[in-house]
C-alpha cells in the first residue's frame, strides 16, 4: 500500500463509513496515520472527558462533522448532581482555534452557554447544521446569535433541551437572505414565537424538509405554514386546541403535503382534530404521540388503525393494552415502538400490562426496538415475545415499581429477561426491571455477546451478579447500575475491563472509597470520579451510616487525566 | 433517647395483634438511612418496637417495596418529559397558559436549573410527597407563616396530583434531632430554624405518626 500515492490511500479510507475502521487503519502506520487524520471529516467523541479537545482538533483539523456527549445517561433522571459538567465551551473554544471548516456540532447532555453559541455562530464560515439534545445553560438569546450570523445554515434542531426564554426576538434573527433552511426544530422552546415571522421564514426557506413548532404555535399559524412547505417530510405540531373551523384550513393544507411520512407534537390535542389528521395517515412511517395525555384509548386508536405504515410509534400508556392490540393488528412494518408513562406515581393502577406487550410481539414480527413503561410483567408473557421477536436490538422494560415480581407466578423475572437474551443475538441494548437475582446476569453474560450498553436497577443478589456481566459480555460499552447490591469485590473483579468501555455508573450500591481507590490505583488511565450527596442530613447519617460508602461512582476511560472543572462535590481518585 | 415511634405506637388504638402493624411500607432500597433503621429498635416500648422491627424485616423480605415513599430518579423519565406534563395538566390553551408556565417549567424541569439549586444561607429544605416522583426544595424564610408554607406546597405539588386536596395529606417534617413532627404545632420562627426537611404524607400513613421512616 505504501507504493500507492497518498491521494489514493485517501480515496480509499472515504469508503470507510464507520468510524472504528477509520481508527484501526490509522493505527498501521505512520503514513497512513497521517493521511487518515488529514482526511477525516467526522469525528464522535462519546465521553467529553475521555480526551482533550485541544489534542483532538490538532489531530484532525479538516473535520466538518463534530459529536460530542458529556453527562452520563443517569443525569436524565436527576441522578447527576447540577453543576457536575459537560462543558461545551472547551470544545468550541478549540475548534474555533483549529477547525475552520467546521460544518456540524452535535451534542447530546452537555452544559452549552449563550457565550458558546455566540463564538460558535461567528467562528465558523460555513457552518450548515446545530443538533444538540438535553442541553442546557443557554438561552434563546444565544439560539439569535446562530439565526443572524450561520449564512449557511441547514439545520437548527433543538430536542428536548433546557432553555432560558428571552421572548421571541430570536426567530426574528434569521436574515432575509436565509434561504437555506432544511430542518428546523424548536419544540422544546417555552415561550412565544411571532407567527407572522415563523410564517415568513418558512415561505423563504423553499428546502424546507423538517419543521417542529412549539407549544405557542397555533393551529392557524400551522394552516398557513403549510400552505408554504408542500415538500414537507417531517412536522410536529403546535397546539391542536382550536375550535373546529380552524381545523378545516389546517386539513386542506395538510391534503397539500404529499410527502409527508411523520408527525409528531400534538401539544394539548383536543380530540376534534383527529379526524382531520385522518387523509395523512396512510403514508405515515413516525408518529410520535407520546407528550398528549389529552387523547384517550379511542381517539389514539382511530388514527393508529389507519397508519398501515408505520414504523416508529411513541405513545403514552393510556393506548392501553386493548390499544396495543389494535396497533398489532394495523402496524405490520412496526420495527420500533415506545409506551411512555402518564402517570408517574409508582403505584399506580395497571392500563399497559404484559398482554400488550404480547400483542405487538405477535402482530408486529419486525420489531426491533421498545421501550415499555408498564406496572406489571409475566416471565411467561417475556418468553413468548422473545420467541416472537428475535430480531430486538434494543430492549428496555421498566416495570414501574421497582422489584416487582411475576405478575402471576410471584417469581423473579430471571426467566422471562433469559429468554430474550437468548433468543435475540443482536441485541445491543437491554435495561432490565422487576424482581431478579444473580440468575438473569448469568444469562446476559453468557448469551449477551453482542450486548453494548446495560442499564440495571434494583437488581441482583450478590457480586457474583455484576461479575457474570463484567466477565462475559465482550462488547460491553456502557455498564449502568443503580441501588444494586454490589461491591468492591464486583468492582475490582475485572479491572482490565474498564479500559475496553466507555464508562460504568454505580450509584446506590455498596461501593466503598477504599474500593474506589485501589481502582484508581490500579487503571491509572481512568477517572474515578465519586460524589456524595452533601445535604443537611448527611450530618446525621455520617455517624450511623457507612462513611466510607459511596454514594455515586462514574468512572471512565481517558487520555485526558483527571479533569480541572470538577465542581467540589467530585473527588477524583 | 426517647423516640416519638414507640410512644404513639404503644398508645393508638387499632384492630390487630398488639406489637402487630398493618401498612408497613419497607424501606425504598435507594436510601439506606443507618440511624432510622435502628430508631424502631431503640428501648423505649421494647415488645411493640421489637414487634414492629420484626414485621418491617418480614415485610421486606416477602414482598417488594410498595415504594409509596419517593424514589430519587425513578421512574427513568427524562426531566423533560415530566415538566411537559405538569404544565399540560392545567389549562389547555397554551396562549395565556405559557406565561404562566414558563416560570414553573423552567423551576421544575430538570435539576440542572441553577435557580432551584442555589442555597443562600441553608434555609432551603428539601420537600417530599408520597407518590410524587421526585423531591423539591423550598427556602423557609420567604414564608412568614404556616399558611403561605402551606399555600406554597399546594401550589408546588397539589397540582400534578390530579386535583387532589391538601388537606388529604399531613405536613410533616423532620427537626434537627432527627424527629418526625407534626407541622404547626410550634411558633413558626422556632419552626423554621429546627426543619431540616419537610415531607407531605397521606393522612392515612399519619395516624401513627412514627410509622413514617424516611
Redesign the interface.
Known amino acids: 500500500m505504501t507504493y500507492f500515492p497518498e491521494e489514493v490511500v485517501e480515496h480509499i479510507f472515504s469508503f470507510l463509513p464507520l468510524h472504528s475502521d477509520r481508527n484501526t487503519v490509522s493505527l498501521v502506520c505512520r503514513v497512513w496515520y497521517e493521511v487518515e487524520r488529514l482526511s477525516r471529516r467526522a469525528v464522535f467523541v462519546g465521553n467529553c472527558y475521555a480526551v482533550r479537545p485541544e489534542r483532538l482538533v490538532q489531530r484532525f483539523p479538516n473535520v466538518r462533522t463534530l459529536t460530542v456527549k458529556g453527562k452520563p445517561h443517569f443525569a436524565d433522571f436527576n441522578l447527576v448532581p447540577p453543576d457536575w459538567g459537560g462543558y461545551a465551551g472547551p470544545w468550541i473554544d478549540a475548534a474555533a482555534r483549529s477547525c475552520m471548516g467546521l460544518e456540524e456540532l452535535r451534542m447530546k447532555r452537555m452544559v452549552v452557554l449563550d457565550e458558546n453559541l455566540e463564538l460558535l455562530a461567528r467562528s465558523f464560515p460555513r457552518f450548515k447544521a446545530l443538533v444538540l439534545i438535553s442541553c442546557e445553560g443557554f438561552s434563546t438569546d444565544g439560539l439569535a446569535a446562530i439565526a443572524s450570523h450561520c449564512k449557511l445554515l441547514r439545520e437548527l434542531d433543538l430536542q428536548e433541551n433546557d432553555v432560558d426564554d428571552h421572548g421571541p426576538r430570536w426567530l426574528s434573527c434569521f436574515p432575509d437572505s436565509c434561504t437555506s433552511l432544511v430542518s428546523l426544530n424548536f419544540a422544546c422552546i417555552k415561550g412565544e414565537v411571532n407567527p407572522g415571522a415563523l410564517e415568513r421564514l418558512v415561505a423563504r426557506s423553499p428546502n424546507l424538509r423538517s419543521l417542529r413548532l412549539n407549544r405557542s404555535v397555533s393551529v392557524d399559524t400551522l394552516s398557513k405554514i403549510l400552505v408554504r412547505t408542500p415538500n414537507l417530510e417531517d412536522l410536529g405540531t403546535g397546539n391542536l386546541t382550536d375550535e373546529s373551523e380552524s381545523y378545516l384550513r389546517l386539513s386542506s393544507a395538510l391534503e397539500k403535503c404529499k410527502m409527508l411520512r411523520s408527525l409528531s407534537g400534538f401539544w394539548d390535542a383536543s380530540p376534534i382534530c383527529v379526524p382531520f389528521i385522518y387523509p395523512l395517515c396512510h403514508h405515515l412511517t413516525g408518529l410520535n404521540l407520546s407528550y398528549t395525555p389529552t387523547l384517550d384509548y379511542s381517539d389514539l386508536t382511530k388514527m393508529i388503525s389507519r397508519c398501515v405504515k408505520l414504523q416508529r410509534l411513541w405513545v403514552l400508556d393510556c393506548i392501553s393494552d386493548k390499544g396495543l392490540q389494535v396497533v398489532a393488528s394495523s402496524c405490520k412494518d412496526l420495527q420500533e415502538l415506545r409506551v411512555f408513562p402518564s402517570d408517574f406515581y409508582v403505584a399506580g393502577y395497571s392500563v399497559v400490562t404484559e398482554e400488550g406487550l404480547v400483542a405487538i410481539s405477535s402482530g408486529c414480527p419486525k420489531l426491533s426496538s421498545l421501550l415499555y413503561f408498564c406496572h406489571q410483567m409475566t416471565n411467561e408473557a417475556l418468553i413468548t415475545v422473545a420467541k416472537n421477536c428475535p430480531n430486538f436490538i434494543r430492549f428496555r422494560l421498566c416495570i414501574l415499581e421497582p422489584k416487582k415480581p411475576d405478575a402471576i407466578t410471584n417469581q423473579p423475572l430471571d426467566e422471562g429477561f433469559g429468554a430474550i437474551v437468548r433468543e435475540c443475538k443482536g441485541l445491543r441494548r437491554l435495561s432490565i426491571s422487576g424482581l431478579l437475582t444473580d440468575k438473569v446476569f448469568m444469562d446476559i453474560g453468557k448469551y449477551g455477546k453482542q450486548l453494548e450498553m446495560l442499564s440495571i436497577a434494583f437488581a441482583g443478589d450478590s457480586d457474583k451478579g455484576m461479575m457474570h456481566v463484567m466477565n462475559g459480555c465482550k462488547n460491553l460499552r456502557k455498564l449502568e447500575i443503580r441501588d444494586s447490591p454490589f461491591s468492591d469485590v464486583a468492582l475490582l473483579g475485572n479491572v482490565a475491563k474498564y479500559e475496553t468501555m466507555r464508562s460504568l455508573w454505580m450509584s446506590g450500591c455498596n461501593v466503598t472509597l477504599k474500593g474506589c481507590q485501589v481502582l484508581a490505583t490500579k487503571m491509572p488511565m481512568l477517572n474515578v470520579e465519586i460524589m456524595n450527596e452533601l445535604d443537611e442530613s448527611s450530618e446525621m447519617e455520617e455517624n450511623h451510616g457507612d462513611p466510607s460508602r459511596v454514594d455515586k461512582l462514574y468512572v471512565y476511560r481517558t487520555t485526558a487525566g483527571a479533569r480541572n472543572d470538577a465542581p467540589d462535590f467530585v473527588k477524583i481518585l | 433517647m426517647e423516640t416519638v415511634v414507640g410512644d404513639l405506637m404503644a398508645t393508638e388504638l387499632r384492630l390487630g395483634l398488639p406489637g402487630t402493624v398493618d401498612d408497613m411500607k419497607a424501606t ?3 436510601t ?4 432510622k433503621r ?1 430508631t424502631a429498635a431503640d428501648p423505649v416500648d421494647d415488645s411493640a418496637a421489637a414487634a414492629d422491627e420484626a414485621t418491617k424485616q418480614r415485610d421486606a423480605e416477602a414482598a ?5 415513599a419517593p ?12 415538566s ?2 405538569q404544565s ?2 392545567s389549562k ?4 395565556p397558559a ?2 404562566e ?2 416560570a414553573p ?2 423551576s421544575t ?6 435557580a432551584a ?1 442555589a442555597t443562600a444561607g ?1 434555609s432551603f ?2 420537600v417530599s410527597m408520597d ?4 423531591l423539591r426544595k423550598v427556602d423557609l424564610r420567604m414564608y412568614k407563616g404556616y399558611r403561605e408554607l402551606r399555600e406554597a406546597l399546594e401550589a408546588m405539588f397539589v397540582s400534578s396530583n390530579n386535583g387532589a386536596n391538601l388537606s388529604e395529606f399531613a405536613v410533616t417534617y ?1 427537626d434537627k434531632d ?1 424527629d418526625l413532627m407534626l407541622v404547626g404545632d410550634v411558633p413558626f420562627e422556632m419552626f423554621t430554624s429546627t426543619c ?2 419537610l415531607r407531605i404524607m397521606k393522612r392515612s400513613e399519619a395516624t401513627g405518626l412514627g410509622s413514617a421512616r424516611q
Not at chain 2, 109 to 114: G, H, Q, T
Request: glycine letters at 8%; proline letters at 19%; hydrophobic letters at 25%.
Open positions: 425504598p432500597p435507594s439506606p438511612r443507618g440511624k435502628t417488594p417495596p410498595a415504594a409509596k424514589v430519587v430518579g425513578w421512574p427513568p423519565v427524562r426531566s423533560y418529559r415530566k411537559c406534563f399540560s395538566s389547555p390553551r397554551s396562549k405559557t406565561k408556565e414558563a417549567i423552567s424541569a430538570a435539576a440542572p436549573s441553577p439549586n441553608g429544605v428539601k407518590g410524587a416522583p421526585y423532620e432527627g431540616k426537611k
